[in-house]
């Protein structure tokens, strides 16, 4: 201050005033201003507030500081702190009432002039004012001042000593003897009252923070450091102080004050001011010299610093409330995170520190924030409403309906699923042919030495691979039609593999495509029975089945037109029919209609028109294309689709792929796309071989899935999965975790025997195993006593008697 | 900073600054502050290991000065009575004493030291300070008052021990607190609101240590000041310079303390 530079200060309980000082003090009262004009003589403040001169009072010069009379009343009440080191209270316009009328003007002089410079009112005493002065040699640094004492009569005796130059008129204005002096020999630099204690003082004296405690004025506490000036104790937080040096703020606990808990990065320019925020906890706002910006310390997350270990974590923002620098500036005593800032041109602005927003997801897509002390929630609207659900709403949903649990149909999963993903239909309908074709083929490995097992997981890509060479062709007719045309197909064992894998074939060698028609027909799905049966060359059966569907209950009636176009079918190239089909079928709405029409109408050979018709299932154009490409064809054809697949993360795909480093390719870019870690982790743990599970994006899937089976509290969902896994996937059950301890000698049963090898018997041969041919034993490997006995037969465990009913149970106890 | 002079004579030792603080074991009571309240815990026992000392007292404080080689001594010395810390880069460290502790010679059988003339010229003077803020206000009389106020030194006649006047001016500036001290004639040229004192303005005369120069190496002369004066319980501030000492005592005890003085110097001759 001094005349160079304004403080300010908020009044603190008439919350519409601050005081700003320089060479004077002058008293303003802040308003809300909604007109864009503001009143005559007021200072716009902010877009919302402005404020108006109300008084001036500069009999006091040379001020140092300046403290606000904490109580409510007397209301304008302030401590002066001069550069002689005297303390004047004055006051400020206003009525002055019995109270503040004997107080105001009073001045307490210390016996040897040097400047003053804190003051700081006690919080609960309000008679006390602590003043902070300049070292002298002989003299204290830290004085109490009570402000309700009179003049002391002890100093009147010594008058004749006293040449006071200024010899008072008022003399009983006049106080020289403190309440108490402290810091003898001494600067004092800042001050503070601890609110834990009436009589705890803190303060910042030169090189040191000490603590005084004024029921024993003898003793203090101290720490050498050089952060103390501003000492300021965290209003939310008592044990908390901040000070600071230079550019450096120091956070102190006052339980452990032997150091900085922390301290917070270092300005290039000093500090002028450091105030905790009084509305909200943990908010540190600092000011540095010939600057514009107000930086605020969040230290909300900061648990109770404890140890020296732990390093809190501060997040730092910073606040520009107006262009020029910055001289003061003060919260607001109650308005949230809102203050003043004044510059060295005594210009002001009024703002608020917007508070940062913390954002979380819940785990059911509800979604939180917070901003201030105002929580917000939002959660998703209307199940009807338009928009496709989250995934994480469908995951939760076909969570609970046991989604991915169905071992024994696996394709009913896309039931479970909701039945509306073509691709997850179509996903598990693969898994499906896939785990009946490996059975079918275990089966037989039984009695034929064959190795199509792994093939059936390695996805027809492979399968078609591996047929190279082995195929025959076959010239066909379309039955049906007279002429005869020359329609080659092609045959091999592995190409009807992938036929079955397909579904149009059933298992086995036989190449009868009529139980899936039939299938096709009792779903309703005509269009694509008739294709079916098209492209296995039976056009007859193709009409009969569009007339079926034109004649049943929802049938389209248009497919007797379509049924009466087959019929028409020539194999005339030139044909009016030809022409006319392969122009119109493009205008036809469904895929498989426009696919047969494309088929009849082709050269041999060329089937550009079926095997890109996007919108034909993938299992029916690999189908199509198995049975017609050539070798080359049909490879390359694979080839292409399975890269469209993978690249568009289309589940269809795993047909092609199989449970493959493919098919994890595919899965991954399925769930970049859809987040759908449920799918992948359930599909990916059908894969057999193991390998598959082995690819650490599968098992970070699969983790993924189980913590969010956990996050949204499905605990026995979890538990499912968890033992789905471990029958799937055998390396990942968990380490058995209860045993079977000898009554006797304390040791596990199971544990004993496996750690004596050299006993030369194996873990099941102490009947542990279950299995019941092998031969038993019926006392500890470890003491040789009898194992335990049955809970309900009370018969030794491991006595060879099949009748007890218990004994099965306590084996499955040792099975854990 | 300043540049070798043929004009400048300077001590060949290098010199540390003591200060000590008050720990808070504050002694209610006792009055005198300065030199006096250190004259007993401090000056005698470094006078009795034979340790040469300058003081210098602001002010704000007092500093003893005492030479870096005589650095083990003081700490050993002082030890007893003080925790002593060392300043680095502005933190203080405690020092530990033990290694320096053993094989010290216990202090001699004090020789006698030579009791030096003390004289005390008849003007008054103040100690004073100034915010450092307003120091710009107070720069051309000050200066004036250093560079440019030169009288010649009125002494007495030899033989005399009372000076008539003496030309003193100390002005200090050290960790920005500002002291000076002058006469009340030289006072009277600053503008007194700018001066900040003690409230009871009290003046003080001045006891001058030592008929000649008193070099550097000689032990005890702060002492056989300091002490008389703390047993009688007088404040006392203390100025080594060059050449002399200077105790500068309350205006209201300078016949006692020079009576004091005398008698010790009758009393040792």
């Known amino acids: 201050m001094s005349g160079s530079k304004p403080d300010i ?64 009343d007397p209301e304008c ?78 100093a009147a005796v010594t008058t ?21 002096e402290l810091g003898q020999n001494d600067a004092c630099l800042s001050l503070c009252w601890l609110p834990r204690d009436q009589k705890l003082l803190l303060a910042g004296m030169h090189r040191n923070l000490a603590i005084f405690d004024l029921r024993n004025t003898s003793q203090k506490i101290f720490v050498n450091t050089k952060a103390v000036q501003g000492v300021t104790v965290d209003p939310y937080f008592h044990d908390r102080v901040a000070s600071f040096y230079e550019g450096q703020v120091a956070i102190w606990d006052l339980r452990k004050f032997e150091k900085p808990v922390l301290t917070l990065t270092e300005q290039p320019k000093p500090l002028t001011k450091v105030a905790w925020c009084p509305t909200r906890t943990g908010l540190l706002a600092t000011l540095t010299r010939d600057s514009n910006i107000i930086r605020l310390y969040d230290m909300q997350h900061t648990p109770t610093p404890i140890g020296d270990e732990t390093e809190p974590t501060i997040i ?76 994480a709403t469908k995951m939760r949903l076909r969570a609970l309906s046991r989604y991915g649990l169905d071992t024994e149909q696996v394709w009913r999963n896309h039931l479970l ?90 298992k086995g060698t036989d190449l009868d495509v009529e139980p899936f028609l039939n299938s096709l027909e009792q779903e309703g799905d005509w269009e694509r029975a008739a294709a079916v049966a098209l492209f296995n060359l039976d056009i007859r059966r193709a009409i009969q089945i569009l007339n079926k569907g034109a004649s049943s209950g929802k049938g389209d009636l248009n497919l007797n037109v379509v049924a009466m176009a087959l019929s028409g079918y020539t194999d005339e190239k030139n044909s009016l029919w030809r022409e006319m089909c392969s122009s119109l079928r493009l205008q036809l709405n469904n895929p ?37 490409l050539s070798d080359a064809q049909l490879n390359r054809f694979i080839e292409k689709l399975t890269n469209e697949m993978k690249e568009a993360g289309n589940l269809e795909g795993i047909l092609l792929t199989g449970l493959t480093k493919d098919g994890v390719d595919l899965m991954e870019s399925y769930v970049d796309r859809t987040g759908d870690v449920q799918t992948a982790s359930y599909c990916m743990l059908q894969g057999s071989p193991s390998d598959v599970l082995k690819d650490e994006r599968v098992q970070y899937w699969i983790e993924n899935y189980r913590n969010l089976l956990d996050a949204w509290r499905f605990w026995h969902k979890r538990a499912e999965f968890d033992i ?42 102490y009947g542990v195993s279950g299995s019941p041919t092998k031969s038993k034993v019926t006392s500890c490997p470890g003491c040789r006593k009898p194992l335990p006995r049955c809970a309900l037969c009370l018969i030794n465990m491991g006595t060879p008697v099949s009748s007890c009913p218990g004994r099965t149970r306590s084996f499955e106890v040792i099975h854990l | 900073e300043l540049p070798p002079s043929e004009f400048m004579q300077v001590a060949d030792s290098t010199w540390l600054v003591l200060s000590v603080v008050s720990s808070g074991r504050a002694s209610s009571g006792c009055q005198a502050t300065g030199v006096t309240k250190i004259a007993k815990s401090v000056i005698a026992p470094l006078a009795e290991h034979h340790v040469s000392v300058l003081m210098l007292s602001t002010y704000q404080t007092d500093f003893v000065l005492v030479r870096e080689k005589d650095l083990p001594v003081v700490i050993n010395t002082l030890a007893g009575e003080f925790d002593i810390y060392k300043e680095e880069n502005g933190e203080s460290v405690p020092v530990s004493h033990d290694d320096v502790s053993n094989g010290f010679l216990k202090p001699k059988a004090a020789a006698s030291p030579t009791v030096h003339p003390v004289q005390s010229p008849q003007n008054r003077f103040c100690i004073v300070t100034v915010a450092p803020d307003t120091l710009p206000a107070i720069a051309t009389v000050l200066i004036d008052v250093l560079f440019y106020s030169h009288s010649p ?10 000076l008539d006047t003496i030309t003193f001016f100390a002005f200090s500036l050290i960790e920005g607190y500002i002291s000076i001290v002058m006469d009340v004639e030289t006072q009277k040229r600053f503008p007194s609101d700018l001066l900040l004192t003690s409230s009871t303005e009290e003046l003080w005369r001045m006891v001058r240590i030592g008929g000649q120069p008193l070099g550097f190496d000689e032990c005890g002369i702060v002492a056989q000041i300091a002490e008389p004066l703390a047993t009688v319980d007088i404040s006392a501030y203390y100025i080594s310079t060059f050449n002399f000492d200077h105790a500068l005592v309350p205006e209201e005890g300078i016949s006692e303390v020079i009576g004091l003085l005398r008698r010790r110097q009758e009393s040792s001759s």
């Open chain 1, 417 to 506: 699923a909701g039945n509306e993903d073509p691709q997850l239909k179509s996903l598990w309908y693969t898994l499906h042919y896939i785990l009946c074709l490996a059975q079918y083929t275990e089966d037989m490995d039984q009695k034929l030495t064959g190795n199509k097992g792994p093939l059936v997981y390695a996805g027809i890509k492979s399968i078609v691979k591996s047929s190279l060479g082995t195929t025959e062709n076959l010239r066909q007719s379309r039955s049906g039609s007279d002429r005869q045309a020359d329609i080659i197909q092609y045959l091999s064992e592995e190409r009807s593999l992938a036929l079955q894998l397909c579904g149009w074939i059933k």
């Open chain 1, 160 to 180: 004749e000593k006293v040449r006071l130059s200024a010899a008072d008129p008022e003399g009983g204005l006049v106080v020289t003897k403190p309440l108490y």
């Open chain 1, 724 to 765: 789905h896994r471990s029958k799937l996937d055998p390396s990942s059950k968990p380490l058995a975790q209860v045993f079977v301890s000898c009554n006797f000698c304390g040791k596990s049963i199971s544990y004993s025997c496996s750690a004596i090898p050299h006993q030369g018997r194996g873990f099941s041969q």
């Open chain 2, 153 to 162: 030194p009125k002494e007495a006649g030899p033989g005399s021990q009372d």
């Open chain 1, 592 to 628: 498989y209609l426009c696919a047969m029409f494309a088929f009849l109408t082709s050269e041999s050979g060329s089937y550009d028109g079926v095997l890109y018709e996007n919108n034909v299932a993938v299992r029916d154009r690999v189908a199509f294309a198995c049975k017609f």
């Open chain 1, 77 to 154: 009440l302030l401590a002066v702190g001069q550069a002689n080191g005297r303390v004047v209270l004055t006051s400020l316009g206003q009525d002055h009432n019995s109270k503040s009328k004997d107080l105001i003007g009073k001045e307490f002089v210390p016996k040897h002039a040097r400047q003053c410079n804190t003051l700081a009112w006690n919080p609960l005493d309000s008679n006390w004012l602590a003043a902070g002065l300049d070292k002298h040699r002989a003299d204290f640094s830290v004085l109490i001042w009570d402000i309700s004492s009179k003049y002391a009569p002890e």
């Open chain 1, 316 to 391: 730092e923002r910073s606040v520009q409330p107006c262009e020029n620098y910055i001289a003061s500036f003060a919260w607001h005593p109650t308005s949230q995170n809102r203050m003043v800032v004044v510059t060295p041109n005594r210009t002001m602005s009024d703002f608020t520190v917007f508070e940062r927003i913390s954002l979380a997801w819940s785990p059911v897509t509800s979604l939180m924030w917070a901003c201030g002390r105002h929580l917000y929630e939002c959660t998703e609207e209307g199940k009807a409403s338009s928009l496709e659900k989250d995934i």
């Open chain 1, 9 to 72: 200060l908020w009044a603190p309980h008439h919350v519409d005033r601050f005081v700003v000082c320089d060479s004077e003090l002058s008293l303003y009262h802040i308003e809300s201003a909604a007109s864009p004009e503001p009143k005559a003589g007021s200072l716009r403040l902010s877009e919302e507030t402005a404020a108006t001169l109300l008084s001036i009072n500069s009999d006091t010069p040379y001020m140092k500081c300046v403290a606000w009379y904490p109580k409510y």
